[in-house]
Nanobody, 126 residues
């Protein structure tokens, strides 16, 4: 059974940084594009970033572009999200997900992702 486990969340002051990790098991990791999503209380899930298998193509939501960096280590079956210059509006539960084969991730639509982690909470204080 595919498992995606996120870690690295926590409480940080505005302007600070966090690095999230997502480790996959029972998944041929290097066959899948991977993405990060977030959901704040009372809001819809939002696509944050995605990266294709080789790591050469990446996409970001406008709200995080220039502040967040997605990366992956296929040898460790792990996806990362480096988050810098954090803002209170970045507070949310962050989840990673695997893109369905043959689908495009650039739109950051959650409907095309088929495997999901449970999430890690990020809270940014002002």
């Amino acid at each position: 059974q595919v498992q995606l486990v996120e870690s690295g969340g926590g409480l940080v002051q505005a302007g600070g940084s966090l690095r999230l990790s997502c480790t996959a098991s029972a998944l041929t990791f290097n066959y899948y594009a991977m993405g990060w999503f977030r959901q704040a209380p009372g809001k819809e899930r939002e696509g944050v970033s995605c990266m294709y298998m080789s790591g050469t193509s990446t996409y970001y939501a406008g709200s995080v572009k220039g502040r967040f960096t997605i990366s992956r280590d296929n040898s460790k079956n792990t996806l990362y999200l480096q988050m810098n210059s954090l803002k209170p509006e970045d507070t949310a539960m962050y989840s990673c997900a695997a893109l369905a084969p043959g689908r495009a991730c650039w739109s950051l639509r959650s409907q095309v992702f088929i495997h999901w982690g449970q999430g890690t909470q990020v809270t940014v204080s002002s």
